[in-house]
């Protein structure tokens, strides 16, 4: 029975991007940080840190810091990557409106644990802390939907290179993601999502 309504959760959350002026209660901001805490994480490390805005001038005049940095970024590109660049400028910035903004970052892996993972293909991918930070959002996302809240996770806003020094983000730690917050203002469509049969394929490489 627990599957059914941990199904529906997940089925019923949406990224939400349009907000109600109304603010996000301290106590809601403590529940989302509290469910967060709880992801898995590489050998318990967690890797998170959370920074937290909540007032509105001061996310709007991020949001405008992030147009420019990523309109700088497209300003730089041509072709058709110039193109899609473009569309994503509104992606990365629709916060402004938003009542509260989190910052996720998380922890570099340990330098001197380099040699175990320099050869691999995808060496943070393997060390293990963005994982960690994205399973800490997706709590974080589905305890806001379990509150009523609307919330929606952003990298875009990680194409402005100026982001890491005007959010101060301390040695040791790389940005993550922003994740929106707030009332939402109206409950989004929800996107197709591929079929079970096409993302997953069992025992291909058996033998008979
Ligand atoms: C890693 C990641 C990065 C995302 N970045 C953005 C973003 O920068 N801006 C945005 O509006 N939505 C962003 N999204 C939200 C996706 O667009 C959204 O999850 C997807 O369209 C499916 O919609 P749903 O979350 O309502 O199911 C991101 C989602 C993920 C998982």
Redesign the pocket.
């Known amino acids: 029975m627990i599957y059914d309504a941990l199904l529906e959760l997940l089925q019923s959350?949406?990224?939400v991007?349009h907000f109600k002026e109304r603010p996000v209660s301290r106590a809601d901001l403590d529940r989302l940080l509290d469910a967060a805490r709880w992801a898995p994480s590489n050998h318990n490390r967690q890797p998170w840190k959370f920074i937290v805005m909540d007032d509105p001038a001061r996310i709007r005049e991020l949001a405008d810091q992030v147009r420019q940095g990523m309109e700088q970024k497209v300003a730089s590109l041509s072709g058709v990557v110039a193109v899609h660049a473009t569309g994503?400028v509104q992606?990365?910035t629709?916060f402004a409106a938003a009542p509260v903004v989190i910052v996720a970052m998380h922890k570099l892996p340990i330098a001197a644990a380099a040699p175990l993972w320099a050869a691999t293909r995808n060496p943070e991918l393997v060390s293990g802390e963005a994982l960690s930070v994205?399973m800490a959002i997706q709590n974080l996302l589905l305890a806001a939907h379990a509150l009523d809240l609307g919330a929606?996770?952003?990298?875009?806003?990680l194409l402005a290179e100026n982001l890491t020094s005007i959010l101060h983000v301390p040695p040791g730690f790389a940005l993550t993601?922003l994740i929106a917050v707030g009332h939402p203002d109206g409950i989004?469509q929800?996107?197709r999502r591929k079929i079970p049969g096409h993302i997953a394929e069992f025992n291909p490489h058996s033998n008979p």
């Open positions: 959350r949406r990224s991007r994503l992606y990365g629709f994205a929606c996770v952003m990298t875009a806003p993601a989004p929800t996107p």
